[in-house]
């Protein structure tokens, strides 16, 4: 049976050992690396750039800091992985691309990365990503597709666009990592590597110094091991102060299962997985109705032309395209150039269906606490699966299509492990209304309890 490496620490308990003098940020930051630098591992393709040296100086400072008591937060120490999207200062965000290989250098870290650096986390390298993050695969031409840890010699892709975040977090490489998230780039890896990703409600944690790809549904957030570990990150991306989520009693929780396209082709692994954690969050004495959802019908609808990623990511391509044609992967070109299609009035119905549908939604989800389905309707393929360019477009939108469509309804949402120890890796998404950030934490952590009680810290 394919095995998964075995658990990793939760960003709550490095601060512990860290605290106590357990271990110290040099281990830690040594052990990452070691795991990077493994020639037999997926080191090489889940970072563009690894900052050995600096990630080394950054932990003995940090580690001194620590003995005198002057640690800027207690996470300071922790190597993360940083999505090849964010500006460091100081670096070329290429955005997995060759096309921006010889961009300017970053003058200022995003703002979401300029709050990890204040909390004091290390920045291990830049984690591997779709070029310009238009896609679900996770595949990348320019630079490798790492291997999704699940079955390893079968090579099944990551999960993307933050491929090398999932993997890197997955395998120890770092001990949590930033993420973007546009239509499931946090969820969708998250899910095929058995981790956890959570994406905020969009206007929660600001997208400046970071490539967009969708203005109007870029969000920042995490992948980690736990719900716990991303409600910390997130809050750190939020400028706010990291704090335990509320216990969320799971007895009478209302919980709202879509029947409408998201239960879809699901694959035996998914449908028996998302089959046996319903049942144990039925038997936790959480209440759970399936019922249609028929707003989702609106979103399904509104994909023509490329829909609002097509035309805001042409808008920003455009210019690159007409000097960088041919370094583009003809992939991600060809999404891109969808949106050339739209014309003024064309994406501005989009945008006012797109506030209808949102509207919609709310009303009809008013009574439930979440909504909660699979992330993906099946488990990651194997690479040779999407060589063809129609198996690459089939398989890319059905394994985005249920996370996509809660980014253009504004919500937040988070992707839990829901498989047994040793199955294929699948996910849980658990969705809340827009601004529902922390609530929806909180219900997650009780359903994660519920669904991988070892994975509670």
């Given at each position: 049976?394919?095995?998964?490496?075995?658990?990793?620490?939760?960003?709550?308990?490095?601060?512990?050992?860290?605290?106590?003098?357990?271990?110290?940020?040099?281990?830690?930051?040594?052990?990452?690396?070691?795991?990077?630098?493994?020639?037999?591992?997926?080191?090489?393709?889940?970072?563009?750039?690894?900052?050995?040296?600096?990630?080394?100086?950054?932990?003995?400072?940090?580690?001194?800091?620590?003995?005198?008591?002057?640690?800027?937060?207690?996470?300071?120490?922790?190597?993360?992985?940083?999505?090849?999207?964010?500006?460091?200062?100081?670096?070329?965000?290429?955005?997995?691309?060759?096309?921006?290989?010889?961009?300017?250098?970053?003058?200022?870290?995003?703002?979401?990365?300029?709050?990890?650096?204040?909390?004091?986390?290390?920045?291990?390298?830049?984690?591997?990503?779709?070029?310009?993050?238009?896609?679900?695969?996770?595949?990348?031409?320019?630079?490798?597709?790492?291997?999704?840890?699940?079955?390893?010699?079968?090579?099944?892709?990551?999960?993307?666009?933050?491929?090398?975040?999932?993997?890197?977090?997955?395998?120890?490489?770092?001990h949590g990592a930033l993420g973007t998230d546009t239509g499931g780039s946090c969820r969708v890896p998250a899910s095929f590597n058995g981790?956890?990703?959570?994406?905020?409600?969009?206007?929660?944690?600001?997208?400046?110094?970071?490539?967009?790809?969708?203005?109007?549904?870029?969000?920042?957030?995490?992948?980690?091991?736990?719900?716990?570990?991303?409600?910390?990150?997130?809050?750190?991306?939020?400028?706010?102060?990291?704090?335990?989520?509320?216990?969320?009693?799971?007895?009478?929780?209302?919980?709202?299962?879509?029947?409408?396209?998201?239960?879809?082709?699901?694959?035996?692994?998914?449908?028996?997985?998302?089959?046996?954690?319903?049942?144990?969050?039925?038997?936790?004495?959480?209440?759970?109705?399936?019922?249609?959802?028929?707003?989702?019908?609106?979103?399904?609808?509104?994909?023509?032309?490329?829909?609002?990623?097509?035309?805001?990511?042409?808008?920003?391509?455009?210019?690159?395209?007409?000097?960088?044609?041919?370094?583009?992967?003809?992939?991600?070109?060809?999404?891109?150039?969808?949106?050339?299609?739209?014309?003024?009035?064309?994406?501005?119905?989009?945008?006012?269906?797109?506030?209808?549908?949102?509207?919609?939604?709310?009303?009809?989800?008013?009574?439930?606490?979440?909504?909660?389905?699979?992330?993906?309707?099946?488990?990651?393929?194997?690479?040779?699966?999407?060589?063809?360019?129609?198996?690459?477009?089939?398989?890319?939108?059905?394994?985005?299509?249920?996370?996509?469509?809660?980014?253009?309804?504004?919500?937040?949402?988070?992707?839990?492990?829901?498989?047994?120890?040793?199955?294929?890796?699948?996910?849980?998404?658990?969705?809340?209304?827009?601004?529902?950030?922390?609530?929806?934490?909180?219900?997650?952590?009780?359903?994660?309890?519920?669904?991988?009680?070892?994975?509670?810290?």
């Amino acid at each position: 049976m394919p095995e998964m490496p075995r658990r990793q620490p939760t960003l709550s308990s490095l601060a512990r050992d860290l605290a106590t003098g357990a271990t110290t940020s040099r281990k830690i930051v040594e052990d990452c690396l070691a795991r990077i630098e493994d020639p037999a591992g997926e080191g090489a393709r889940t970072f563009i750039k690894v900052h050995a040296d600096r990630a080394r100086a950054a932990a003995d400072a940090m580690d001194g800091l620590r003995r005198v008591g002057a640690a800027p937060s207690p996470y300071a120490g922790i190597p993360v992985a940083i999505k090849d999207l964010a500006d460091i200062a100081g670096e070329v965000t290429a955005a997995g691309s060759r096309a921006l290989a010889d961009a300017p250098l970053a003058t200022h870290d995003a703002p979401s990365v300029a709050r990890l650096r204040r909390a004091g986390f290390i920045f291990i390298g830049r984690a591997n990503m779709t070029e310009f993050a238009y896609s679900g695969l996770g595949i990348n031409p320019h630079y490798g597709t790492p291997a999704s840890p699940w079955a390893r010699n079968e090579r099944r892709v990551p999960g993307g666009s933050s491929s090398g975040s999932g993997v890197a977090v997955a395998d120890g490489m770092a001990h949590g990592a930033l993420g973007t998230d546009t239509g499931g780039s946090c969820r969708v890896p998250a899910s095929f590597n058995g981790v956890t990703g959570w994406k905020p409600t969009a206007r929660r944690v600001p997208i400046d110094g970071v490539v967009p790809l969708a203005t109007s549904l870029d969000s920042i957030g995490p992948i980690a091991r736990t719900v716990d570990c991303c409600a910390i990150m997130d809050a750190i991306f939020a400028a706010e102060a990291p704090a335990p989520l509320a216990k969320v009693p799971l007895e009478g929780l209302r919980l709202l299962v879509p029947e409408t396209i998201v239960l879809d082709s699901l694959d035996a692994h998914v449908a028996a997985a998302f089959d046996a954690a319903l049942r144990r969050i039925s038997d936790a004495g959480a209440v759970v109705t399936r019922a249609p959802l028929p707003v989702l019908k609106r979103i399904a609808e509104m994909t023509d032309k490329g829909g609002i990623s097509g035309a805001e990511s042409y808008a920003w391509h455009r210019e690159l395209i007409a000097r960088r044609r041919e370094q583009y992967d003809p992939r991600v070109l060809m999404r891109i150039m969808r949106g050339a299609e739209q014309d003024a009035a064309f994406y501005i119905g989009l945008l006012e269906r797109r506030a209808a549908a949102i509207k919609a939604y709310n009303e009809a989800t008013a009574d439930f606490d979440a909504v909660i389905m699979p992330t993906t309707a099946i488990i990651a393929p194997r690479i040779d699966e999407v060589a063809s360019e129609a198996d690459y477009t089939r398989i890319n939108l059905l394994i985005l299509r249920n996370p996509m469509m809660f980014n253009i309804l504004d919500c937040c949402g988070i992707s839990i492990p829901m498989h047994r120890a040793g199955d294929a890796p699948t996910g849980l998404m658990v969705i809340g209304q827009g601004g529902t950030d922390r609530r929806t934490l909180a219900i997650s952590a009780a359903l994660e309890g519920i669904l991988q009680p070892a994975s509670a810290d």
